[in-house]
């Protein structure tokens, strides 16, 4: 009972500083400043993936710093992610020794990122906001109603969700998300925004949730003392990100 409370408390801390933490960074809402911390972020996360993609290489830390770096500077970031893998894919033919994983790496968590960062540039700290409310209403709904009438097993990868739990979930995402929404949106289109981001969030969870279960680790990393890695914690955001960039490209 005391290691669970002691579980608690220590989760409870690294939530509370997390928040802090987000608050801060987007009341200064700074360019620069999102690059850094995202960049932080997808360090952190590519060092995450590659445990989990059982891979051993610095050259995708070189690869992907370059990335980032001339991301700062380039209009649609998530484009260069096709030049890199112009890159790999020429030097895989030419060496014919280039480990193919590291499309893997490209693909997830970096694409994301880039997609993440692409969403903040186009349309700013609300539409981070939004995609920070919807994708916890979805988890925190997901557990609450899970908990409570979840009977029905959603998967074979994530045991503990319910369809139950994933239907209330991405309902309270919905609703919470529509008061998020950008004005310029119809109430459909927001609503849309909202439910489509939320089923993605699930489906980013469950994708983490699979890689871990493949290298049969309980959590991506330990740098988020009783939250596990960063993987853990923006998974649902890495592909929710990737819809809501879409989705208000073509709305608005």
């Known amino acids: 009972m005391s290691g669970i409370i002691s579980s608690s408390a220590t989760r409870i801390k690294t939530g509370v500083v997390l928040l802090i933490a987000i608050i801060a960074i987007g009341y200064i809402d700074l360019y ?89 540039t186009e349309f700013g700290m609300q539409a981070l906001l939004w995609l920070l409310v919807v994708v916890a209403g979805a988890d925190v709904g997901a557990y609450f109603v899970g908990k409570s009438i979840g009977k029905t097993k959603f998967c074979e990868t994530s045991p503990n969700k319910t369809i139950e739990g994933v239907v209330g979930g991405v309902l309270v995402a919905t609703i919470l998300g529509y008061f998020f929404a950008f004005s310029e949106l119809s109430f459909l289109a927001a609503l849309g925004v909202s439910i489509f981001v939320a089923i993605a969030s699930v489906f980013g969870d469950l994708f983490e949730s699979y890689l871990k279960r493949e290298a049969d680790v309980k959590d991506s990393g330990n740098l988020l003392p009783g939250h596990g890695g960063i993987l853990d914690r923006t998974d649902g955001y890495l592909f929710g990100a990737i819809i809501m960039l879409v989705l208000l490209r073509s709305l608005l």
Do not use: C, Q, R
Not at 58 to 64: G, I, L, P, Q
Not at 70 to 86: K, N, R, W
């Open 32 to 120: 620069w400043v999102m690059w850094l911390f995202f960049g932080a972020l997808l360090a952190g996360a590519i060092h995450e993936a590659m445990k989990l993609f059982d891979m051993k290489s610095t050259f995708v830390y070189y690869s992907v710093a370059v990335l980032w770096m001339v991301a700062y500077f380039y209009p649609t970031p998530e484009d260069l992610i096709f030049v890199v893998g112009v890159v790999y894919a020429s030097i895989l033919a030419y060496t014919k020794n280039l480990d193919k994983k590291l499309f893997l790496v490209l693909m997830y968590p970096t694409a994301s990122f880039l997609f993440l960062f692409a969403l903040y």
